[in-house]
C-alpha cells in the first residue's frame, strides 16, 4: 500500500524501486483529483480510501454525506480502470456499532473493503462485508433465471445479473 499516492509518479517512481502491485492510498485532496489517472497507471492493482488524512487536508466533515462525493470518485476511476472496488477507510474509535454503520455506508456506496486500525476489527468487518444468507439466495435465483438462453428481456435484468454475479464473488472472497 502506498500512502498518500497523489500523482501518476509517486507509483512509477514506487515500482521502479520496488516492482510489486501497488495497492494506491488516495489521501489528499490532489489524490482524489488525481484517482482516474492514479488508477490507471501500471502496477496499480486497487485504490484505498485514506479518510482521516484525506479530511485532515480538507477540512471535510466525518458525515457519510460530505464524504459521498470522494467515495463515489474512486468507486468510479476504480471502475474506469477496470480494477476492483477500493478499500474505504478505516473507523476511528472502537464502537463495533460505528464499525458496522460505516461498512454499511461504504459498500452502499461502492466499496469493496474496509482498512481497519485494530486487529479485533477484522473479523468484523469480514462478516460485514459478506453477503447474507438472503442476499446470496437472491444472487443464485437471479443467476439461474437470466443465465438461459433469450431470458434477459428488458433494461434491467442486465444490472440485476451484474449484482449477482458481484454478490457471489464477494460472498466466495469472505468464505
Same mark, same amino acid.
Given at each position: 500500500m502506498l500512502a498518500k499516492s497523489s500523482h501518476r509518479a509517486d507509483v512509477e517512481l514506487t515500482r521502479e524501486r520496488? !516492482?510489486? $502491485?501497488?495497492i494506491a492510498l488516495i489521501e489528499s485532496a490532489t489524490g482524489m483529483e488525481n484517482a %482516474? %489517472?492514479? %488508477?490507471h497507471t501500471e502496477g496499480v492493482t486497487r485504490l484505498a480510501f485514506g479518510i482521516g488524512d484525506f479530511r485532515r487536508d480538507t477540512g471535510i466533515g466525518g458525515d457519510p454525506m460530505a464524504l *459521498?462525493? !470522494? @467515495?463515489? @470518485? #474512486?468507486?468510479? /476511476? %476504480? @471502475? /474506469? *480502470? &477496470? #480494477? !476492483? &472496488?477500493p478499500i474505504d477507510g478505516p473507523t476511528i474509535g472502537a464502537s463495533i456499532a460505528d464499525l458496522a454503520a460505516d461498512i454499511v455506508t461504504a459498500t452502499g456506496m461502492g466499496m469493496t473493503g474496509k482498512l481497519c486500525l485494530r486487529t479485533a476489527q477484522a473479523p468484523i468487518i469480514n462478516q460485514q462485508l459478506r453477503p447474507d444468507d438472503d442476499e446470496v439466495e437472491w444472487a443464485t435465483g437471479v443467476i439461474r433465471k437470466l443465465? @438461459? $438462453? &433469450?431470458?434477459v428481456v428488458d433494461g434491467a435484468d442486465k444490472p440485476r445479473l451484474a449484482r449477482a454475479r458481484a454478490l457471489l464473488e464477494r460472498d466466495e472472497a469472505f468464505r
Open positions: 520496488l !516492482p510489486v $502491485p501497488v %482516474s %489517472s492514479l %488508477s *459521498a462525493y !470522494p @467515495r463515489s @470518485r #474512486l468507486v468510479i /476511476a %476504480s @471502475r /474506469a *480502470a &477496470g #480494477l !476492483p &472496488g443465465t @438461459r $438462453p &433469450g431470458v
